[in-house]
């Protein structure tokens, strides 16, 4: 199983990015995919996901901004980041799962598969 992130880039304040996440090697129909961010210094964090390509999840600082959609027929997720923020900025990574349980959603050590992050930075 492989994931492609990309879509990132150097925004202003208030501007839009949509981030794709591809997949290959396995559908993305009945997995688990999340968005995580990490900032430097910080902890990676949970940003959006999908349990088992159903109900979709957020974190509370992007809840009204950022919306997770996919496409099964292109085996990709997306994330939809509206009304950017300076603290927004991070390496942003998908990662995909088929085992995972809902409680553990939200908790990066659930997922077994990683992109390599792309990169958004949001100037003030």
């Known amino acids: 199983v492989q994931l492609q992130a990309s879509g990132g880039g150097l925004v202003q304040t208030g501007d839009s990015l949509r981030l794709s996440c591809a997949g290959s090697?396995?559908?993305?129909?009945?997995?688990?995919v999340g968005w995580f961010r990490q900032a430097p210094g910080a902890e990676r964090e949970f940003v959006a996901g999908?349990?088992?390509?159903?109900?979709?999840y957020y974190a509370d600082s992007v809840k009204g901004r950022f919306t997770i959609s996919r496409d099964f027929g292109k085996n990709q997720v997306y994330l939809q980041m509206n009304d950017l923020k300076p603290e927004d900025t991070a390496v942003y990574l998908c990662?995909?799962?088929?085992?995972?349980?809902?409680?553990?959603?939200?908790?990066?050590?659930?997922?077994?598969?990683w992109g390599q992050g792309t990169l958004v930075t949001v100037s003030s």
């Open positions: 990662a995909a799962d088929w085992e995972i349980i809902m409680s553990s959603v939200r908790l990066s050590r659930a997922y077994d598969y």
């Open positions: 090697g396995r559908t993305f129909s009945r997995a688990t």
């Open positions: 999908f349990f088992r390509g159903g109900t979709p």
